[in-house]
C-alpha cells in the first residue's frame, strides 16, 4: 500500500518544486516548506551494486560502475514506460527486496528511447543542494550510457535527462496497478 500526504505550505496553498526559466537545472523551492508524498519503495539494486534488475527480478544490465544510489520502484503504480514508477532512497545500503517508506522530495524526468520515465527521488530528510547536483548528475550520466545500451539493443529514440521535476505530479502521472486503489491527490 503507498500512502501519498501532498504537502501543503503554512498559507495552505500547494508549493511545488520547479524549473527556473534561466537554468532549467535549478531547483527553485518555496521558503516555506512542504510535507512531500510518502511511499513505499521496494528495493532492487542496492547501493553499490554493478547489477541493475528490473522490478521482476531479471537482469538488465550489469554496470562498469556501482549504482551510488538505491535504487527500485513503486509497487502499485505504473510509470508512463508501462514498467513500475521507478525510485531512488538515498542513505544507506539497503538489501535488494527490502520495502521502505521514504518522503519523495522531488523526481528526475528522464527520457528512455523515446518514453517518458520519472524517478522519485526518496530520503528521510530534504536534500541539500549538494545531494541535489548529485543526483542530477547521476541521470545525465545514465542517460548516456542508456542511450548507447539502447542502440546496442536496436532500441531507437530519445535519451535524455530533462531535469527536476515535482514528485506529486510525478505520482499522479503514474497509473495504479494491481488490486490497490489509487489514493486521490488534493488539488
Given at each position: 500500500?503507498?500512502?501519498i ?14 524549473a527556473?526559466?534561466?537554468?532549467p537545472d ?16 521496494v528495493?532492487e539494486?542496492?547501493?553499490g551494486s554493478f ?6 527480478g531479471?537482469v538488465?544490465?550489469i ?7 538505491n535504487?527500485g ?9 508501462g ?10 545500503r539497503?538489501p535488494?527486496?527490502t520495502r ?13 528511447h523515446g ?27 545514465y542517460?548516456?550510457c542508456?542511450?548507447?545500451?539502447n542502440?546496442a539493443r ?7 535527462c530533462?531535469?527536476?521535476?515535482d514528485?506529486t505530479?510525478?505520482?499522479a502521472?503514474?497509473?495504479p ?6 489514493l486521490p491527490?488534493?488539488?
Amino acid at each position: 500500500m503507498i500512502e501519498i500526504r501532498p504537502g501543503r505550505n503554512k498559507s495552505g496553498m500547494q508549493d511545488n518544486l520547479e524549473a527556473s526559466s534561466t537554468n532549467p537545472d535549478r531547483c527553485v523551492v518555496s521558503e516555506m516548506q512542504q510535507e512531500p508524498p510518502l511511499v513505499e519503495v521496494v528495493i532492487e539494486v542496492p547501493r553499490g551494486s554493478f547489477i541493475k534488475r528490473g522490478s521482476t527480478g531479471k537482469v538488465d544490465f550489469i554496470s562498469p560502475l556501482p549504482c551510488p544510489f538505491n535504487y527500485g520502484s513503486l509497487p502499485d503504480y505504473l510509470g508512463l514506460d508501462g514498467d513500475l514508477l521507478d525510485a531512488l532512497v538515498l542513505g544507506p545500503r539497503l538489501p535488494a527486496g527490502t520495502r521502505v517508506r521514504a518522503k519523495a522530495w522531488g523526481a528526475i524526468r528522464m527520457v528512455d528511447h523515446g518514453m517518458l520515465d520519472d524517478k522519485l527521488i526518496c530520503s528521510d530528510l530534504p536534500l541539500d543542494i549538494l545531494q541535489r547536483q548529485k543526483v542530477l548528475r547521476f541521470f545525465r550520466f545514465y542517460a548516456k550510457c542508456k542511450g548507447l545500451l539502447n542502440v546496442a539493443r536496436g532500441r531507437l529514440g530519445r535519451n535524455a535527462c530533462e531535469g527536476w521535476r515535482d514528485a506529486t505530479q510525478a505520482i499522479a502521472r503514474a497509473r495504479p496497478c494491481g488490486s490497490s486503489p489509487r489514493l486521490p491527490l488534493p488539488r
